[in-house]
Protein backbone atom coordinates (compact mmCIF):
# COMPACT_ATOMS: atom_id res chain seq x y z
CA UNK A 1 0.00 0.00 0.00
CA UNK A 2 1.51 3.58 -1.03
CA UNK A 3 2.32 6.11 1.77
CA UNK A 4 -0.42 8.96 1.39
CA UNK A 5 0.49 11.93 -0.34
CA UNK A 6 0.56 15.55 1.81
CA UNK A 7 -1.25 18.10 -0.72
CA UNK A 8 -1.30 21.65 0.23
CA UNK A 9 -4.16 23.82 -1.25
CA UNK A 10 -3.75 27.18 -1.52
CA UNK A 11 -6.62 29.59 -2.36
CA UNK A 12 -7.14 32.88 -3.21
CA UNK A 13 -7.45 35.56 -5.34
CA UNK A 14 -4.05 35.99 -7.03
CA UNK A 15 -4.96 39.56 -8.04
CA UNK A 16 -1.79 39.08 -8.52
CA UNK A 17 -0.03 36.41 -7.36
CA UNK A 18 3.36 37.86 -5.97
CA UNK A 19 6.68 36.73 -4.26
CA UNK A 20 4.90 36.47 -0.59
CA UNK A 21 2.35 33.87 -1.98
CA UNK A 22 5.32 31.87 -3.36
CA UNK A 23 7.57 32.34 0.55
CA UNK A 24 4.54 31.42 2.60
CA UNK A 25 3.95 28.57 0.30
CA UNK A 26 7.31 26.81 0.32
CA UNK A 27 7.26 27.82 4.24
CA UNK A 28 4.55 25.80 4.81
CA UNK A 29 5.67 23.07 2.76
CA UNK A 30 8.66 22.47 4.11
CA UNK A 31 7.54 22.82 7.49
CA UNK A 32 5.16 20.48 7.41
CA UNK A 33 6.86 18.00 4.83
CA UNK A 34 4.02 18.66 1.88
CA UNK A 35 4.73 16.95 -1.21
CA UNK A 36 2.75 19.37 -3.49
CA UNK A 37 1.05 22.18 -3.06
CA UNK A 38 -2.01 23.80 -5.17
CA UNK A 39 -2.27 27.32 -6.03
CA UNK A 40 -6.28 27.61 -6.61
CA UNK A 41 -7.68 31.19 -7.97
CA UNK A 42 -11.19 31.83 -7.15
CA UNK A 43 -13.56 33.50 -9.90
CA UNK A 44 -15.09 35.26 -6.98
CA UNK A 45 -13.92 35.47 -3.14
CA UNK A 46 -17.23 35.12 -1.25
CA UNK A 47 -15.55 37.77 0.91
CA UNK A 48 -14.83 40.22 -1.74
CA UNK A 49 -17.77 40.37 -3.73
CA UNK A 50 -17.17 44.44 -4.05
CA UNK A 51 -13.70 43.99 -6.14
CA UNK A 52 -13.39 43.48 -9.58
CA UNK A 53 -9.83 41.39 -10.26
CA UNK A 54 -8.06 40.88 -13.55
CA UNK A 55 -10.09 38.12 -15.39
CA UNK A 56 -9.57 34.60 -14.19
CA UNK A 57 -7.08 33.53 -17.51
CA UNK A 58 -4.77 36.34 -16.57
CA UNK A 59 -4.77 35.19 -12.90
CA UNK A 60 -4.14 31.72 -13.50
CA UNK A 61 -1.66 32.50 -16.48
CA UNK A 62 0.27 34.96 -14.06
CA UNK A 63 0.25 31.69 -11.60
CA UNK A 64 1.80 29.82 -14.16
CA UNK A 65 4.29 31.89 -14.95
CA UNK A 66 5.66 32.75 -10.83
CA UNK A 67 5.26 28.44 -10.17
CA UNK A 68 7.08 27.24 -14.05
CA UNK A 69 10.20 26.45 -12.26
CA UNK A 70 8.80 24.71 -8.85
CA UNK A 71 8.46 21.43 -8.95
CA UNK A 72 6.14 21.01 -5.53
CA UNK A 73 3.72 23.55 -7.66
CA UNK A 74 0.21 22.97 -8.88
CA UNK A 75 -2.08 25.42 -10.28
CA UNK A 76 -5.84 23.98 -9.98
CA UNK A 77 -8.37 25.61 -11.92
CA UNK A 78 -10.98 23.77 -10.33
CA UNK A 79 -12.77 27.08 -8.80
CA UNK A 80 -12.79 29.15 -11.97
CA UNK A 81 -14.97 25.98 -13.76
CA UNK A 82 -18.08 27.24 -11.89
CA UNK A 83 -20.40 30.56 -11.52
CA UNK A 84 -20.82 32.19 -8.70
CA UNK A 85 -18.51 33.09 -4.85
CA UNK A 86 -16.92 30.03 -4.24
CA UNK A 87 -17.13 28.36 -1.24
CA UNK A 88 -13.89 26.49 0.85
CA UNK A 89 -16.00 23.24 1.62
CA UNK A 90 -16.91 22.44 -1.98
CA UNK A 91 -12.94 22.99 -3.07
CA UNK A 92 -12.31 20.89 -0.45
CA UNK A 93 -14.96 18.15 -0.76
CA UNK A 94 -14.24 18.18 -4.76
CA UNK A 95 -10.55 17.57 -4.31
CA UNK A 96 -10.95 14.76 -1.47
CA UNK A 97 -13.07 12.86 -4.26
CA UNK A 98 -10.07 13.08 -6.63
CA UNK A 99 -7.41 12.46 -4.19
CA UNK A 100 -9.40 9.99 -1.53
CA UNK A 101 -6.04 8.52 -0.30
CA UNK A 102 -3.81 11.69 0.45
CA UNK A 103 -3.85 14.16 3.26
CA UNK A 104 -5.00 17.50 2.30
CA UNK A 105 -3.87 20.65 3.96
CA UNK A 106 -5.74 23.97 3.82
CA UNK A 107 -3.03 27.11 4.10
CA UNK A 108 -4.53 29.85 5.05
CA UNK A 109 -3.73 33.20 7.08
CA UNK A 110 -4.09 33.68 11.03
CA UNK A 111 -6.89 36.33 10.21
CA UNK A 112 -8.57 33.91 7.95
CA UNK A 113 -8.27 30.77 10.88
CA UNK A 114 -9.71 33.91 13.20
CA UNK A 115 -12.84 34.41 10.79
CA UNK A 116 -13.37 30.54 9.83
CA UNK A 117 -16.42 30.15 12.21
CA UNK A 118 -18.21 33.04 9.85
CA UNK A 119 -17.45 31.19 6.57
CA UNK A 120 -19.92 28.48 5.16
CA UNK A 121 -20.40 25.38 6.74
CA UNK A 122 -16.44 25.29 8.17
CA UNK A 123 -17.46 21.91 9.86
CA UNK A 124 -17.49 20.62 6.57
CA UNK A 125 -14.27 21.26 5.27
CA UNK A 126 -12.70 20.47 8.54
CA UNK A 127 -13.93 16.92 7.91
CA UNK A 128 -11.69 16.95 5.04
CA UNK A 129 -8.48 18.93 5.62
CA UNK A 130 -6.14 19.69 8.07
CA UNK A 131 -5.19 23.42 8.43
CA UNK A 132 -1.86 24.89 8.11
CA UNK A 133 -2.61 28.14 9.84
CA UNK A 134 0.36 30.90 8.82
CA UNK A 135 1.25 33.41 11.40
CA UNK A 136 3.08 35.93 12.72
CA UNK A 137 4.19 36.43 16.06
CA UNK A 138 0.81 35.59 17.33
CA UNK A 139 -0.28 31.97 17.93
CA UNK A 140 -3.80 31.02 16.85
CA UNK A 141 -5.74 29.37 19.37
CA UNK A 142 -6.50 26.01 18.78
CA UNK A 143 -10.30 24.68 17.90
CA UNK A 144 -11.87 21.67 18.84
CA UNK A 145 -12.64 19.57 16.04
CA UNK A 146 -10.09 21.09 14.33
CA UNK A 147 -6.45 19.55 13.15
CA UNK A 148 -4.03 22.62 13.22
CA UNK A 149 -0.64 23.16 11.97
CA UNK A 150 0.96 26.36 12.88
CA UNK A 151 3.56 27.85 10.66
CA UNK A 152 5.53 30.76 11.64
CA UNK A 153 6.68 33.32 9.29
CA UNK A 154 5.34 36.93 7.17
CA UNK A 155 6.67 38.69 3.62
CA UNK A 156 6.44 42.38 2.95
CA UNK A 157 4.83 41.87 -0.86
CA UNK A 158 0.75 43.43 -0.69
CA UNK A 159 -1.29 42.67 -3.94
CA UNK A 160 -3.17 46.18 -2.60
CA UNK A 161 0.13 47.86 -3.12
CA UNK A 162 0.80 46.44 -6.69
CA UNK A 163 -2.62 47.04 -7.75
CA UNK A 164 -2.22 50.38 -6.68
CA UNK A 165 1.42 50.96 -9.17
CA UNK A 166 4.27 49.35 -7.16
CA UNK A 167 5.93 46.67 -9.09
CA UNK A 168 8.05 45.24 -6.06
CA UNK A 169 7.55 41.54 -4.71
CA UNK A 170 7.03 40.37 -8.20
CA UNK A 171 8.74 37.81 -10.01
CA UNK A 172 10.05 39.41 -13.35
CA UNK A 173 8.30 37.23 -15.78
CA UNK A 174 4.85 38.00 -13.88
CA UNK A 175 5.99 41.37 -13.68
CA UNK A 176 6.29 42.08 -17.50
CA UNK A 177 2.68 40.25 -17.94
CA UNK A 178 1.31 42.95 -15.95
CA UNK A 179 3.04 45.63 -17.67
CA UNK A 180 2.18 44.09 -21.36
CA UNK A 181 -1.59 43.74 -20.31
CA UNK A 182 -1.76 46.95 -18.66
CA UNK A 183 -3.48 45.28 -15.89
CA UNK A 184 -2.98 47.68 -13.00
CA UNK A 185 -2.36 51.21 -14.47
CA UNK A 186 -1.35 53.69 -12.73
CA UNK A 187 2.05 55.15 -11.19
CA UNK A 188 4.71 52.56 -11.35
CA UNK A 189 6.59 53.05 -7.75
CA UNK A 190 9.28 50.53 -7.37
CA UNK A 191 12.29 50.11 -5.00
CA UNK A 192 15.21 49.17 -7.53
CA UNK A 193 16.92 47.22 -4.42
CA UNK A 194 13.86 44.55 -4.68
CA UNK A 195 13.54 44.13 -8.10
CA UNK A 196 14.35 40.57 -9.62
Known amino acids: MSVPRKIGLFGGTFDPVHLGHVHLADLARRTVGLDEI ?5 QISPHKTGTHPASPADRLEMLELATADLPWAVVDDIELTGVGPNFSYLTAERLHARFPDDRLFWIMGGDQWAALPTWKHPEKLAAVVEFIV ?3 NDRPAPREGYRMHLVTGEHPASSTAIRQGKRDHLHP ?24
Open 38 to 42: RFIPC
Open 173 to 196: VVRDFIDLRLLYPGPVRSDPSTRG
Open 134 to 136: LAR
